[in-house]
T-cell receptor, first 113, second 117 residues
């Protein structure tokens, strides 16, 4: 069945270093979403990418959607302690309507001050 | 506008007990869903609904029941709790895509931490 895979599972960085998490799908995606979950919190929607090769920025966060629409990445420049949390990508479930999402297992980011 | 409200926040059950996790949203979202989150497993879909009177199974439905009598409410029932159901449960809702095929962003509740002993 459809899989959405994220790597790495964990990442520890020194504050100020950059961080990247990668998301790969076994099928072509019409769109991909990214969520952030702070420790003890709930997932919060960050952004949605819909176009092949699309790049979107939110302050220090850069999101990319691959040309083949099967992979995506989230890059954080100069991490801060406020970036701590787990980052999930999610893509539409194959064969489902435009509402079901399949989530990757997430990348847990730790930032060492 | 409260968004998605889940109750209770914490719950401890003994094996074999039953309980209902409540979820309500005030955004008039058609789609509502329940996920469980376990360490290293990400978010796994239990059940979902695309409108009142319509429910369907997700990836891990066994041991759980749902119903959708109104647009606002989507309770999750554990009929006979088992230790394997110890997890964090999230309710999430969204619009169902209209003119586009793109998924609408999911709005999550704060979660219910359930422990079954």
């Amino acid at each position: 069945g459809q899989q959405v895979m994220q790597i790495p599972q964990y990442q520890h960085v020194q504050e100020g270093e950059d961080f990247t998490t990668y998301c790969n799908s076994s099928t072509t995606l019409s769109n991909i979403q990214w969520y952030k979950q702070r420790p003890g919190g709930h997932p919060v929607f960050l952004i949605q990418l819909v176009k092949s090769g699309e790049v979107k920025k939110q302050k220090r966060l850069t999101f990319q959607f691959g040309e083949a629409k099967k992979n995506s990445s989230l890059h954080i420049t100069a991490t801060q302690t406020t970036d701590v949390g787990t980052y999930f990508c999610a893509g539409p479930k194959s064969g489902a309507g435009s509402y079901q999402l399949t989530f990757g297992k997430g990348t847990k980011l730790s930032v060492i001050p | 506008n409260a968004g998605v409200t889940q109750t209770p926040k914490f719950q401890v059950l003994k094996t074999g007990q039953s309980m209902t996790l409540q979820c309500a949203q005030d955004m008039n979202h058609e789609y509502m869903s329940w996920y469980r989150q376990d360490p290293g497993m990400g978010l796994r879909l239990i059940h979902y609904s695309v409108g009142a009177g319509i429910t369907d199974q997700g990836e891990v439905p066994n041991g759980y029941n749902v119903s959708r009598s109104t647009t606002e409410d989507f309770p999750l029932r554990l009929l006979s709790a088992a230790p394997s159901q110890t997890s964090v449960y999230f309710c999430a809702s969204s619009y169902v895509g209209g003119r586009t095929s793109y998924n609408s962003p999911l709005h999550f509740g704060n979660g219910t931490r359930l422990t079954v002993t």
